[in-house]
């Protein structure tokens, strides 16, 4: 099943930074339109470039090894880290341990706000309306550019362009 997994592609090129990412996704989850309530957050920085942020869906995510009560989960066949909010004590323990920051907490329910893929059918990516996200198979060539991507936001950081 592994050549069916899909993952969202981000291309910051693209981004006009409007946000309807982040409304698609609030309204989907939160039934309204509000960005602080989004799983997916468009970083807006000085010199305009935008990029939209949200969970990559790790191999190995660093979420699930620091949750304790087992309130994250990794579904083996859509490879998606899933919240099961009945486990979840509220520790944060998730949050401190994503390296890329993509997981927000949510004071009201004391529990951790992260994407899901919106279950395989991901509001951002259908309403982004220049395509700078999108889902798609998960094959080499893709996995590859994300990889490529995620390099070039490590050597911004380190270089302190970021």
Request: glycine share 6%.
């Amino acid at each position: 099943m592994e050549n069916a997994r899909k993952l969202l592609m981000i291309a910051p090129e693209k981004c006009i930074s409007c946000g309807t990412c982040e409304l698609a996704c609030s309204l989907a989850h939160e039934g309204e339109f509000r960005p602080s309530k989004s799983r997916i957050t468009v970083y807006r920085f000085e010199m305009g470039v935008t990029i939209p942020m949200t969970c990559f869906q790790c191999d190995s995510p660093a979420c699930v090894a620091a949750c304790r009560t087992n309130a994250l989960v990794k579904d083996t066949e859509s490879g998606i880290v899933n919240i099961n909010r009945e486990k979840c004590i509220g520790c944060r323990m998730c949050e401190m341990a994503c390296p890329f920051g993509n997981i927000a907490y949510n004071a009201v329910t004391k529990t951790p706000m992260k994407c899901d893929l919106c279950g395989g059918d991901p509001e951002c990516a259908k309403y982004c309306p220049t395509h700078a996200i999108e889902y798609v198979p998960a094959d080499a060539a893709v996995s590859k550019k994300k990889f490529n991507f995620s390099a070039k936001i490590a050597a911004a950081i380190g270089e302190g362009n970021i």
